[in-house]
């Protein structure tokens, strides 16, 4: 049987009560390669990650979206192939937008805000998750420069499940410097407490913010 086969034979049920990380691992032992290297084992892994994201961990989603993926990534699902073959569901679309800070692309940047504010998401949830992103790239910048393990700082800092945020903001942190994370993390700060007051429209707090952020990111 061959592997997309394999995948067609699980039920829903089979995916209700499993974890992101259950999920990561049902996938790590079907589609990895006794010859391959740590850098499949991590795009293996984040493309898990990233898919349950993109299903919003809905079991019927997610399995739909993992036999569509297996048939057409018979050798190995990337995170390339989530991208391109799974629409993501708003909470996921808000997810995005610091991957699109994080890889220094404005434009794209800028129209994400745009997709989600149409979506009706609101300015002050996109700026959470965005602070939470930037906060997980200082964490990890910060306990890594002291030299502390990811899995003791995972830990200590109370990353439960398979600790994915901080995963992903320890494998992003090497793009910042830690002066600048706390620039910006300031500039993150002093948005949310604009958009609590009745002053500037959270949107153009959040458009401003972000387009700070991008002048940080150049100067340092």
Same mark, same amino acid.
Request: net charge negative.
């Given at each position: 049987? &061959? /592997?997309?086969?394999?995948?067609?034979?699980? #039920?829903?049920?089979? %995916?209700?009560?499993? =974890?992101?990380? *259950?999920?990561?691992?049902?996938?790590?032992?079907?589609?990895?390669?006794?010859?391959?290297?740590?850098?499949?084992?991590?795009?293996?892994?984040?493309?898990?990650?990233?898919?349950?994201?993109?299903? &919003? /961990?809905?079991?019927?989603?997610?399995?739909? #979206?993992?036999?569509? %993926?297996?048939?057409? =990534?018979?050798? *190995?699902?990337?995170?390339?192939?989530?991208?391109?073959?799974?629409?993501?569901?708003?909470?996921?679309?808000?997810?995005?937008?610091?991957?699109?800070?994080?890889?220094?692309?404005?434009?794209?940047?800028?129209?994400?805000?745009?997709?989600?504010?149409?979506?009706?998401?609101?300015?002050?949830?996109?700026?959470?998750?965005?602070?939470?992103?930037?906060?997980?790239?200082?964490?990890?910048?910060?306990?890594?420069?002291?030299g502390i393990p990811d899995a003791e700082a995972k830990k200590a800092l109370g990353y439960g499940g398979s600790g994915y945020r901080y995963d992903k903001g320890a494998q992003n942190q090497r793009k910042f410097s830690i002066p600048t994370l706390e620039r910006i993390l300031e500039l993150l700060a002093?948005?949310?407490?604009?958009?609590?007051?009745?002053?500037?429209?959270?949107?153009?707090?959040?458009?401003?913010?972000?387009?700070?952020?991008?002048?940080?990111?150049?100067?340092?």
């Amino acid at each position: 049987m &061959g /592997r997309a086969e394999r995948w067609n034979h699980l #039920e829903p049920s089979d %995916l209700e009560r499993m =974890s992101t990380a *259950g999920l990561e691992k049902l996938l790590l032992q079907d589609f990895q390669d006794p010859e391959s290297g740590e850098d499949r084992m991590e795009r293996l892994y984040y493309a898990a990650q990233l898919l349950a994201e993109y299903c &919003g /961990r809905e079991p019927q989603r997610m399995l739909t #979206e993992v036999q569509k %993926l297996a048939a057409h =990534s018979p050798e *190995g699902i990337t995170p390339e192939d989530v991208r391109s073959l799974v629409a993501p569901v708003t909470e996921a679309r808000v997810f995005d937008l610091p991957d699109k800070i994080i890889a220094r692309n404005f434009t794209a940047a800028m129209a994400a805000i745009n997709d989600l504010v149409f979506l009706r998401e609101s300015p002050v949830s996109i700026l959470s998750i965005l602070s939470m992103a930037f906060v997980d790239l200082y964490r990890a910048g910060v306990a890594r420069k002291a030299g502390i393990p990811d899995a003791e700082a995972k830990k200590a800092l109370g990353y439960g499940g398979s600790g994915y945020r901080y995963d992903k903001g320890a494998q992003n942190q090497r793009k910042f410097s830690i002066p600048t994370l706390e620039r910006i993390l300031e500039l993150l700060a002093e948005a949310d407490k604009q958009m609590k007051t009745t002053g500037p429209d959270a949107r153009v707090v959040l458009e401003t913010t972000v387009a700070e952020i991008f002048r940080e990111m150049e100067g340092a």
